[in-house]
């Protein structure tokens, strides 16, 4: 099978490790800079090439789309499956879940539980708000914020009126702005459960290494191999499939009342491998073998 890894280089660990894993069962594989490709479009005729080859000889597509770049990279994607180019991860998938309020009123729908939240664009309502979600302290976050930046904890009801001004202020694209409950039982910590095909095939806990309320590894963070309960792991199915993805990284915290979705990351890292044990590039290797050939199963889920 020739399988195109669309990443934005061959030295990141994740497309490595998917080249790797690839290439020692048969198959075909080409790291593609999708920043480097181009589309033409046209009636009947939608290509997508990369330093003058054209990419729909390949039979499937890996999308490894940075945050920074998913509008680019979600239409190249886009444009490969308007040529019958099977992708492990669809462009509409990867788009609605980097979207923070998208993903939230998707998951609700789905009844995923997740933290309270609520959006507005109106800081005089400040006090109804907060009081919406439970009383501060309270976390903001920018919709599109990644890795755990645009994320703010606010203490008490000034400093979060303060943020909510200053975000306003600077947030000239016009991003969501989303106030979330702040569960302090899980405070710098939560869960990651790495899920392909419907099966959670590795899982951890990251730690804040100091107070910072963020647990992300990027930001410092600490991870360990952890076992989820099998409410945990329905959870964490059930929020993938709410998003449309088959390769997804489901985060979660452990609260008084259960497990609660924070988000779903559409090209998680492969760092889980190392802190587990666990192999993750061979299941999602296995599932593009299974599926390429397929015909593609319509979305349902809606925007």
């Known amino acids: 099978m020739r399988i195109a890894i669309l990443s934005n280089g061959t030295g990141n660990y ?9 290439m020692a069962r048969g198959h ?15 009636k009947n005729n939608p290509t997508v090439r990369y330093r003058g080859e054209d990419l729909s ?3 499937a597509i890996i999308p490894r789309i940075a945050n920074s770049m998913t509008r680019y990279g979600t239409a190249i994607v886009r444009q490969l499956e308007a040529q019958g180019v099977y992708s492990v991860s669809s462009s509409i998938s990867i788009t609605r879940s980097r979207d923070k309020l998208r993903s939230m009123q998707l998951l609700a729908k789905a009844g995923v539980d997740i933290p309270k939240t609520v959006f507005s664009r109106n ?16 976390i903001i976050k920018l919709a599109r914020g990644t890795h755990g930046n645009g994320v703010v904890l606010a203490e008490t009801k000034k400093a979060a009126k303060s943020v909510l001004q200053a975000f306003y202020l ?38 804040s290494l100091d ?32 998003m449309g993805l088959n390769v997804a990284g489901v985060d979660m915290m452990r609260s008084a009342r259960g497990p609660l979705v924070l988000e779903v990351n559409a090209s998680p890292g492969f760092g889980i491998e190392k802190l587990t044990g666990r192999d993750v590039a061979t299941p999602i290797i296995e599932y593009v073998e299974l599926n390429a050939k397929r015909r593609p199963k319509k979305d349902k889920i809606g925007a």
């Open 14 to 22: 994740s497309t490595k490790r998917l080249k790797e894993v690839a």
């Open 28 to 42: 075909e594989v080409k790291v593609i800079k999708y920043r480097e490709c181009y589309a033409s479009i046209e």
């Open 57 to 59: 000889k390949f039979d």
């Open 123 to 138: 800081s005089t309502d400040i006090d109804d708000l907060i009081e919406k979600i439970g009383g501060t302290p309270v």
């Open 170 to 207: 600077s947030n000239e694209d016009g991003t969501n702005i989303l106030l979330q409950e702040f569960v302090k039982e899980s405070a710098g910590t939560d869960i990651r459960a790495f899920v392909v095909g419907g099966r959670v095939v590795a899982s951890m806990m990251r730690q």
């Open 211 to 242: 107070d910072d309320f963020r647990s992300n590894l990027h930001k410092g963070g600490e991870g360990k191999s952890i076992k989820l309960t099998e409410e945990e792991r329905k959870m964490a199915i059930k929020a993938a499939k709410a």
